[in-house]
């Protein structure tokens, strides 16, 4: 029979832990595993701009009729130019909504095996923990480099050596802020180095942009991205509303193609017709059309100015409350000795913590003090209320035996 030939799949390496941490019930225990924002009561909450789009859009009852292959055509242009900013940028740009971030990823790894004449993609790891089998599911051969020193850093220098040890044809999946699971953002100095190298190898840069907004605020996370498709004739781009926007739910997202006659004159109208072609091809075998819900909401924030000013200040708010806890858990790190987690801490942005601890001193975190995060030490900095940032510094420093920041295997 059919269903005797099969084997269980591994669980899933973050929602397995996610229902592990449910099931803790501890006074205390604090849920660090997946990346969602949560206020200092523990909710996942509405942002107010998405709350009055939602009101709004119930008011008129619009339409649940299909939206087509590529989505809905005002949520791709405001989303685009969101993105991209100048027009001139935004000229050169298809862009087709997808299944959130998760399916711009796989619709732009479907075109590259369509286009690469290698059908490789190189990235940093520890990398997103979907990226390599959402690639390899897609048909492409993955190579992988060193993304962080064993210090915790960025390794610049690592970085560009694989982009110049690419061949002609290659793809570089790169994130374009607030790297998962590491915190690292990649300077502007450093997004110029990456385009000069993709250049030279003849490299497609593509970025994973969904963090934008909750690092060091929108315009600089997103001036790596528009420095790249300033100086390159392709890049491809995978956007997700999830975090921005606080869409997790809604599955809200789209992927774009930059091509045309901007820098190397490469594609044209033509190769951008054919680049949308495709994705439409492959949302059509994938789900064949995205949800509408999510993508109206954005269009209602993003398309009336006193939302989109409101959204924009919640945002910063996000962002600057972030930068808070950081700083608040730095300070307790120092304050209790963990003076060499602090220091690799501090220089981390967004979302997550990339904890310099090792796997089994992430255990001893969960057993003895209930901090549920992932086994390669990342933690889920937008999960701790302000009150339990005291807490965790103690509970971390406790683990870093003799503050020793061990290198992960």
């Not at 200092?40 to 909450?45: E, S």
């Not at 951008?272 to 075998?285: P, Q, Y």
């Not at 967004?350 to 901090?371: I, T």
């Amino acid at each position: 029979m059919l269903l005797s030939q099969l084997r269980p799949s591994p669980p899933d390496p973050v929602w397995s832990l996610v229902a592990r941490a449910a099931a803790d019930r501890r006074p205390g225990a604090l849920d660090l595993t997946v990346g969602v924002y949560r206020d200092d009561d523990g909710r996942v909450p509405v942002m107010e701009a998405v709350a009055r789009a939602t009101d709004r859009l119930a008011a008129r009852r619009s339409s649940k009729a299909y939206q087509g292959l590529a989505g809905n055509g005002r949520f791709n242009a405001a989303m685009t130019s969101l993105l991209l900013g100048a027009p001139e940028r935004v000229a050169r740009a298809t862009t087709v909504q997808t299944v959130a971030g998760t399916g711009a990823l796989r619709l732009l790894a479907e075109l590259v095996a369509a286009a690469s004449p290698t059908r490789r993609v190189v990235l940093g790891v520890p990398a997103y923990v979907n990226h390599v089998p959402l690639l390899r599911g897609a048909g492409l051969d993955v190579v992988t480099h060193p993304w962080t020193t064993p210090d915790g850093a960025l390794d610049e220098a690592g970085l560009l050596a694989a982009v110049r040890a690419s061949h002609p044809g290659d793809v570089y999946l790169v994130q374009g802020c607030c790297h998962n699971p590491t915190g690292t953002s990649m300077s502007l100095d450093l997004w110029d180095a990456l385009a000069t190298a993709c250049l030279e190898a003849g490299v497609t840069p593509f970025v994973d942009m969904a963090y934008y907004g909750l690092g060091d605020g929108l315009d600089a996370d997103l001036a790596g991205l528009r420095l790249l498709v300033d100086r390159l004739p392709e890049v491809l781009v995978a956007v997700s509303a999830s975090k921005a926007f606080g869409l997790y739910s809604e599955r809200t997202g789209c992927a774009v193609v930059v091509g045309g006659p901007g820098a190397g004159g490469a594609g044209g109208a033509a190769g951008a017709a054919a680049a949308r072609s495709v994705l439409e091809s492959s949302a059509r075998s994938l789900y064949s059309q995205p949800p509408g819900h999510g993508a109206e909401l954005v269009v209602e924030v993003l398309d009336d100015d006193d939302l989109r000013a409101l959204w924009r200040a919640e945002l910063d708010g996000a962002q600057t409350r972030l930068t808070r806890l950081r700083e608040v858990l730095v300070a307790g790190l120092r304050s209790r000795g963990a003076g060499c987690v602090a220091e690799v801490v501090s220089g981390q942005r967004g979302m997550f913590l990339q904890l310099p601890l090792a796997p089994s001193q992430m255990e001893l975190l969960r057993v003895e003090h209930g901090v549920h995060g992932m086994p390669g030490g990342r933690i889920n900095l937008a999960g701790v209320p302000a009150q339990a940032v005291d807490r965790l510094a103690a509970a971390v420093a406790e683990v870093a035996v003799d503050d020793v920041v061990l290198t992960r295997p």
